[in-house]
């Protein structure tokens, strides 16, 4: 894999020179800061309507990874079967109702429409450690053809928004592996599936993406938290666990509040007043300690994503900026 390449500090410097006539040299102009949630499994509606609500208020956009068993009502469970399991099993469950998997495409679709990216999270989130390329190519093939047909399934086809099998086809350009758990055959199968992203590594801090057969694998970072400042990954589920053991503590959900918002802000902190690397936070669709860790997200959210020089945005929103970042700049005048 080689890096994505950043703007060069020569380039910087010719982007910011003054013009020919004009002797002084302005100061350096940095990039946005980027910053790019994301949210696992997105399950709950009540979640959909609430992450949405955040992101209108504050000039945000997410990456939904989406478990398409979430579509699927429970009595409907054994149409579908992941590689090597039996019909009808999923780590995840299913939609209790059909009401519940008809609301759930309706926020999906909202999602869309509004600008964020819903990106892929397999079907029944299973480990893939010993998948073969074959096996992800068959549970990206059925989460194409469950989202693709779900309206059909649960009799709603006269509610599906027009665009939806476009939608479907084309907009789902990224991937994250349940349990960041991946195998040497993803990569192939994710280009086979058409994907341009991937968000399953783990990288000791911020880090730009990795380009690997034209993929981009984008990871979520390792920050410092807590009072002995130990690295975590910046992910709700592992600051769950160092927290409370992955138990419920609502008497000390305020605490853990506070050290994880305190670890989201000095890591922001960090690159904007540094190297300006992209920041990626990632949720669950559940509200672990009493909201603890959606609480400090939305905290950091409201305090820096409206700011002139930071762009809260999705994935696929940071590769073309990325990408912009990285053309050459001339000099003005020239």
Same mark, same amino acid.
């Given at each position: 894999?080689r ?5 060069t ?17 302005a100061e350096v102009?940095?990039p946005k800061q ?5 949210f696992d ?7 959909w309507?609430?992450?949405r609500?955040i992101?209108?208020r504050?000039k ?5 990874f ?6 699927i009502p429970?009595?409907?469970?054994k149409?579908?079967?992941g590689?090597h399991?039996?019909p009808g099993?999923s780590n995840?469950g299913?939609a ?7 609301? +759930? ?9 509004? &600008?964020h990216?819903i990106s892929?999270?397999t079907?029944?989130h299973?480990?893939g ?6 096996d992800?190519t068959?549970e ?5 053809e469950?989202?693709g ?11 599906q928004?027009?665009?939806?099998k476009?939608?479907?086809e084309?907009?789902i350009?990224?991937f994250?592996a349940?349990?960041f758990?991946?195998?040497?055959g993803l990569?192939?199968a994710?280009?086979t ?7 399953s590594?783990?990288?000791? &801090? ?9 993929l981009?694998r984008?990871g ?6 807590g ?22 503590d609502p008497?000390?959900?305020g605490?853990?509040?506070?050290r994880?918002y305190?670890a989201f802000k ?5 690159q904007?007043? &540094? ?5 990626? $936070?990632?949720?669950?669709?559940v ?7 959606w +609480?400090?997200m939305?905290?950091l959210?409201s305090e820096?994503?409206t700011?002139e020089?930071v ?5 696929s929103q940071? $590769? ?13 005048g020239l």
């Open positions: 894999m890096p994505f390449s950043a703007l500090i020569p380039a910087l410097l010719l982007a910011a020179l003054a013009t020919v006539s004009t002797p002084a040299v102009q940095k980027l910053v790019m949630i994301s499994g997105a399950g709950p509606n009540p979640l309507e609430k992450s609500d992101a209108r504050n945000a956009h997410f990456s939904y989406l478990s398409c068993t979430l579509v429970r009595a409907d469970a149409t579908y079967q590689p399991q039996k099993r995840i299913f209790q109702t059909a009401e519940e998997a008809r609301e +759930r495409l309706s926020q999906i679709w909202q999602a869309h429409v509004e &600008g990216d892929s999270h079907c029944g299973f480990d450690k010993d998948w073969t390329a074959a992800w068959a990206f093939r059925t989460f194409r469950v989202l047909n779900a309206w059909t399934r649960l009799g709603a086809t006269d509610q928004p027009e665009g939806w476009t939608f479907v084309n907009d350009r990224g994250r349940p349990y758990s991946a195998s040497p990569v192939e994710e280009k599936a058409g994907l341009s992203y991937d968000a590594l783990v990288t000791k &801090g911020p880090a730009l993406p990795q380009e690997e057969r034209g981009l984008f979520l970072p390792l920050i410092p938290e009072p002995a400042q130990k690295p975590i990954i910046a992910m709700d589920y592992n600051l769950y666990v160092r927290h409370s053991k992955a138990v419920e008497a000390r959900a605490e853990y509040e506070e994880a305190a000095a890591a922001f902190e960090k904007y007043e &540094g190297e300006r690397i992209p920041l990626q $936070i990632g949720l669950h669709f509200e672990m300690n009493s909201g603890a860790y +609480r400090a939305e905290r959210v820096v994503c700011r020089d762009a809260c945005v999705s994935y940071a $590769i073309g900026m990325l990408k912009e970042r990285d053309k050459p700049r001339q000099p003005p």
